[in-house]
């Protein structure tokens, strides 16, 4: 067995797919904006889920579309075997890490059932896209890669242990309230396959209140799930057609129920396993809606011990400044005074915003939502 066959997988290798992802995003959405038109639209759903999160839940399917269209993505930047197969370890580690030997498994046969071809414009073609394989078809020679690699690994070492039950609780609740924070939705079948009929999400699902959304983001009904049924306010059922969009609600979404919403939690005495109801909604100023500078933060002090905390947060943080996309299209930068430095001594000194500027568009272009939670993380830094 080569030392390369029989590594524990990288602890940091989620780290990295999301890295690989996001170098990818233009080939996912181009692929996966194909797949829909095709009618391919739960498996597009799924791989949507996979990219948001690679740590779950999702499904193998999902896994498997994500790594082939990064695969075909990819092509064109590795250069020889070694560089093939780091490629695919990391995907392989963060399944191992994530879900198991199991769903590894799985994953590497979904990848055999599906293949994304080049563009063919004699066909109306004029990107690449995605389809299921045929029985009778030869083997996708980029999908035998996974499968000796897959085949390679799992015979090298025993399955781990899997993370204790409380430690996957608290992971689950960071990634729900993520969910909410950056307006994750799932369609009203994956959220009932993935959440509700999940034994260990479903206690946390039944604790939060949830909405469902039309196509434009337009609050439909709010809800809360008892007994693996969503139910309304006044404790009547709901039936959720399957490809409506089901989401955290966030007080914003509320509205005029909000104090209901709370009057209701607080009757039945059902802690929130983070704070939804009772989290502070904060609000752009007129003149900050209609400009891309958001001087309410300028020369405010930080507290650099926080700083890196934003990076679970989805922010970046460099020497001179921290940024945060939204979109492919806006990018928020948050200029710092004087910098951080580095070293294996260094202890952050406090910095000061000098500007907090947004590319590619007006603060109001913004979601509520997402202007909320990026004044409210700010301020927070700021405390």
Known sequence: MTAAGAHWADPNATAAVRKLLRRHRAAMDTVLTAARQDGLIELADATTEYVTSPEGPGTPEGAAVAFAIAQYAATAHRTGPEREREFVDRFIDSWLIEHGHAFVSEVAQARNAIRVEEPDPRAGRMTPWLRHTTPDEAADPTAEVLTRRVEARLTARPEPPRPAPKSVTTDQIRRLEAAMVDGRRWRAVAHRRLIVDDPALVELARRLVWASFDGHGTVLETFRIDDRTPRDLAGASLELPPDRLIGVAHPIHLGATLAAWRNMFADSRSSQPFEQLNRRVHHLTPAESESNVLS????????????????????????????????????????????????????????????????????????????????????????
């Open 296 to 383: 309410r933060f300028t020369d405010r002090q930080l507290r650099a011990d926080r700083l890196f905390g934003l990076q679970e947060l989805g922010w970046e943080v460099t020497r001179e400044a921290l940024y945060r996309r939204f979109g492919p299209t806006r990018e928020l930068t948050v200029t710092l005074a004087p910098g951080l430095e580095g070293g294996y001594s260094y202890e952050p000194e406090p910095q000061r915003i000098r500007s907090v500027e947004l590319r590619g568009g007006v603060f109001g272009a913004l979601d509520p939502v997402t202007a909320s939670e990026l004044i409210g993380q700010l301020t927070r830094l700021a405390a």
